[in-house]
Each structure stands twice: as C-alpha cells, then as structure tokens.
C-alpha cells in the first residue's frame, strides 16, 4: 500500500507545500486544518496532478479530542499513518501579562500538546511495521533568547527541538527504522505574520532574511529521510543559529530585547 503522510497545518503555507512535495513524492496524504474549503481545494489539485489519494479533515487542534478524532477518521478509511508532519502552529501576540490564560492554554495545546499526543500516538503503529518518518516544524526561535512579545512562542519551539533529538535517539537505540527531525526555519513566506499580526513590522525587514516555503520543506523531508535530529534551512539562518550559541548569553539576550519589536507584537 502506499505510503500515508499526516499533515496538519496543511492549508496554507509551509504546511500546503509539505503535501505538495510529499504528493509529487508519489505518497498519499492526510491533510489536517481548520478551514474545509482550501483543504478540499488543494486535495482535488493533488489528486490531479499526481494521481495520488488523499484525505481532507477539518478539525481545529485545540479543541478537546481532537488529536482522537483526526487519528479516528484516518482509521475508518482504513489507512495507517507512515509519516506525520506536525506544522499546524501561530503566533500569539502580546506579553505574558495582557494576554488570558485560556488563549495561551489554546497555544500550547496546538503548537505543543497535539504534536506530542499525535507523536506518541502513531510511534507504536510505526514500530510494528518498522517504519516511519516525524517531521517537527520548530523554529530559528527555538535557539535564540526569548523575546518581549509572544511569550511561549521561543519557549515551545525550544521543546519541539528537544523532543525531536529525544525520539531520534529513542529509534536509533532501538534499532527502529524511525526517523524523528526538528525544521527550524527562520523568516518564511507565508500568511502566517498576516495572522498573528506582525506582516507591518516584518515587511521593514531586510529581504535576505526570507526564505520561500519550497526551500524550506525540501530541507525537511531530505533531513528526516537521513536521520538528522535537527536542521536549519538556508545559509543565513545556519549562521544565526551558529551565531546564538556561540555568543554570551548576556549579549545575546540584550540584541533580543533591542530588536524583538521588529519581528514581535506586545499589544493586543
């Protein structure tokens, strides 16, 4: 049977061009986003195009049961997952301190909580048939200091990196064909900057630091294909990673401060 691959985020962005290549990669795909109609559009393109299957589900991640419910409809199509591609994520603007509680336990949930419960829900079935691929969309922000604005954002990416070299080593100590990557890509074109509120600010931005979403995925999928726990597309955004560790903590966390306004949002 051919392969299945689980995208959630799938509607726009860096998630829509993860089932365009993974499509022209001859594998079937499970799109997973709130909004029906682009889900139901870019399935009857795939479909087209590459004369593929696919599955279209419509469910908001941070609803309760949500992760059971995609995982459910999968199943009743008589389909297991061989790949998961947890992208589906935003940004929250403001601080800590004027945001409420439940938007940020929102955030968590979609952003943290769904892509673990999707992880270790399909990890055992992977297992069993001794194969399978996790591509965790993190983020550049996961390496740098935190930023005033969007308080979690850096905080979670941070996690996503970790759980991703956890599981890497997992498999590989195992002796599981699994592989487990963390996409940490830095400026992307896509909407998301229009959603959470910042595409003012981040249009001022130079334009050596965008990347398109192409480049980005492409970097993703040959990664977890070679069993790399983590990778930074694109040339600058290697040199920044490589910048953050390599530079005092001090110094690095008062750069953060001087230039997060121009990439985070504080009021809400």
């Excluded at 991703?164 to 599981?176: K, N, P, T």
């Amino acid at each position: 049977m051919t392969r299945l691959v689980l995208i959630t985020g799938a509607s726009a962005g860096i998630g829509e061009e993860f089932a365009r290549q993974y499509a022209a990669r001859g594998w079937d795909v499970a799109m997973t986003a709130r909004r029906a109609d682009r889900l139901s559009a870019l399935a009857r393109e795939l479909e087209d195009r590459h004369k593929i299957n696919t599955l279209s589900i419509a469910h908001d991640l941070a609803t309760d049961g949500a992760v059971d419910a995609i995982l459910a409809e999968i199943a009743a199509a008589g389909r297991h997952v061989d790949g998961l591609v947890n992208n589906a994520g935003y940004g929250l603007p403001g601080t800590f301190f004027n945001t409420s509680w439940p938007d940020q336990a929102a955030f968590l949930q979609v952003l943290l909580t769904a892509p673990l419960e999707l992880a270790h829900k399909l990890l055992p079935g992977m297992a069993d048939r001794g194969y399978g691929r996790i591509i965790n969309v993190a983020s550049l922000a996961g390496f740098t200091p935190g930023a005033n604005g969007h308080t979690l954002y850096g905080p979670v990416k941070a996690a996503l990196i970790k759980f991703s070299e956890s599981i890497q080593a997992e498999a590989e100590a195992a002796g599981r064909n699994i592989n487990c990557t963390a996409l940490c890509p830095g400026f992307t074109y896509s909407e998301f900057h229009d959603v959470n509120g910042t595409r003012a600010q981040t249009e001022e931005m130079p334009k050596w630091l965008w990347m398109q979403a192409e480049p980005v995925v492409e970097a993703g999928i040959e990664a977890v294909e070679r069993g790399r726990p983590v990778v930074v597309p694109g040339g600058v955004n290697k040199g920044l990673a490589t910048l953050t560790k390599l530079m005092p903590d001090p110094i690095a966390r008062g750069l953060m401060r001087q230039q997060s306004s121009r990439f985070r949002k504080t009021e809400v």
